[in-house]
Nanobody, 126 residues
């Protein structure tokens, strides 16, 4: 059974940091596209970052470049999203996703994910 279990969300002041974790089970992380997405109230879901193991590249949305870092621990089958210098506009429910496809070499090109986490709330106060 494939499972993606997220943790690490919470309430933080602007300028603070959080690290989201997504433990994946039921498949190996090799040779897949994985991603982090977020959805704020009243807005469509947007891609935050994705990584393609096939080309070793990591892609970020312009709004988070230089502040967020996607990392992978293959021994633990876990991916992380380190979020620094958080801003109120980063407030959203964050989702991890796995077994996607890289259709274009940018975060919008990471699509067709088969598996999703349950989401974790990140709230940044001003």
């Amino acid at each position: 059974e494939v499972q993606l279990v997220e943790s690490g969300g919470g309430l933080v002041q602007a300028g603070g940091s959080l690290r989201l974790s997504c433990e994946m089970s039921g498949f190996a992380l090799d040779y897949f596209v994985m991603g982090w997405f977020r959805q704020a109230p009243g807005k469509v879901r947007e891609g935050v970052s994705c990584v393609s193991s096939s080309d070793g590249s990591t892609y970020y949305a312009d709004s988070v470049k230089g502040r967020f870092t996607f990392s992978t621990d293959y021994d633990k089958n876990t991916v992380y999203l380190q979020m620094n210098n958080l801003k109120p506009e980063d407030t959203a429910v964050y989702y991890c996703a796995a077994q996607g496809k890289l259709l274009r070499r940018d975060v919008e090109g990471c699509e067709y994910f088969e598996y999703w986490g349950q989401g974790t709330q990140v709230t940044v106060s001003s």
